[in-house]
């Protein structure tokens, strides 16, 4: 489970989130959505500490973080339990596929190398990849960085997934490709929280959907209920821009 209570995030005088709360059982996909700049990548980010937050308090699992007092080991902590798959892949240039979904592993986590090979063969083997082991990054496409990206975060056996706009780098034709990917993953019961401007995917994947604005939650629901019949006007004006035809056909 996650429990945010209270997160807040500053930069100088301007409060990019303002007291977010929200609640994510384990083996919910939670969509955050939501205009530019109305702070769903620095709640992402807050999660696992990318940002710190000013002021609240997260729990993932058993640990509970209070976040204007939390100390290295406590961060460290936290972080095991996550994992974020970013816009841009972050990526070992260097590396091969391979290289780049062991390096966690032989890092953080002291695996011996021969059975931190033989995971990471098995994740790229599931996302798709299993014949690029040796690629590098400037021999894939951007759906298949962004695939080596998913093994990576997959590696740790993290509690809950980050995917910050995961599709928004990538031409139209390999969004596909990534999507699927997550959605199998999704079938799998992890624990996600989706920030992305695919609709059709939210409402497929999600099991709650958070719509965000000017740094708060505005509505949450499930992605029938946000989708279909939006309580806030707010909600509507932007779905309406987004998705001007009815997603749900009721």
Do not use: W
């Amino acid at each position: 489970m996650i429990k945010l209570s209270g997160i807040r995030k500053k930069y100088g005088h301007h409060e990019v989130l303002q007291g977010i709360d929200a609640t994510v059982q384990k083996g919910e996909v939670v969509a955050i959505l939501g205009p530019s700049g109305s702070g769903k990548t620095t709640l992402l980010r807050c999660v696992n500490f990318l940002e710190r937050p000013n002021e609240g308090e997260l729990t993932i699992g058993d640990f509970t973080i209070q976040c204007k007092r939390a100390r290295k080991q406590d961060i460290y902590t936290l972080r095991r339990k996550t994992a974020m798959v970013f816009q841009q892949y972050n990526l070992f240039r260097h590396k091969t596929a391979l290289e780049n979904v062991m390096e966690g592993l032989l890092v953080v986590q002291k695996m011996p190398r021969d059975q931190a090979r033989e995971r990471s063969a098995q994740l790229l083997d599931k996302v798709g990849l299993g014949k690029k082991l040796d690629a590098y990054p400037s021999a894939l496409s951007g759906g298949q960085q962004q695939r080596v990206g998913i093994a990576r975060a997959l590696a740790g056996n993290p509690e809950v997934i980050l995917f910050d706009e995961p599709t928004s780098a990538l031409d139209p034709e390999l969004v596909g490709e990534v999507l699927a990917v997550i959605r199998t993953i999704a079938r799998e019961g992890i624990t996600m929280m989706i920030v992305t401007h695919e609709m059709s995917f939210a409402q497929d994947v999600a099991t709650q959907v958070l719509f965000m604005d000017e740094g708060v939650v505005v509505e949450r629901g499930t992605p029938r209920e946000m989708f279909s019949d939006p309580k806030e006007e707010r909600t509507r004006r932007f779905l309406k821009r987004i998705a001007p035809e009815p997603i749900y056909h009721i």
